[in-house]
């Protein structure tokens, strides 16, 4: 985009809401203990989606908890928030995951309590960054106007 404004000689304004999301990417990659964590959560919400009997296993368990059943969320390499929205998913589901891992035959260890931790503290952090990007992503409103230029 930047390159088409440059050759167009038109006033090329930056994304915000992409600048956003490279920001905040990037301080998610430089946090050695987040991605720790990340991967980890990849892996667990990897081995839930992968297969029928263990997203099954896991909807039991849910409904014996009387806990939501909702669906576990994997991230998208290309947008931050959805290392949010799964680090909030799986943080809502803990006791029925960290059940079902235990009950199942696998070699992917359940989360700590240290990690839970850890991620709980990074939702609060990453709370009003995920409001930000949600409000200037919308389509049906006009985002341009809420950036101080």
Known sequence: MGAC???????HAICIAHTLNLVVKKALDQTPELSDIQAKSRKI???????TSEKERLSVV?????QPQHKLLQEVET???STYNMLQR???QREPVGAALASLTTDIPPMSSEEFGII???LVVLAPFNDATT???QEK??????VIP
């Open 79 to 81: 947008r931050w928030n």
């Open 141 to 146: 409103r006009v985002s341009g106007s809420k």
């Open 5 to 11: 404004a440059r050759e167009l000689r038109l006033k």
């Open 120 to 122: 709980s503290e990074c």
């Open 45 to 51: 919400m990897g081995y839930f989606r992968s297969s």
């Open 90 to 92: 799986l943080f809502e």
């Open 62 to 66: 849910q409904e014996q908890l009387r």
């Open 135 to 137: 409000e200037l992503s």
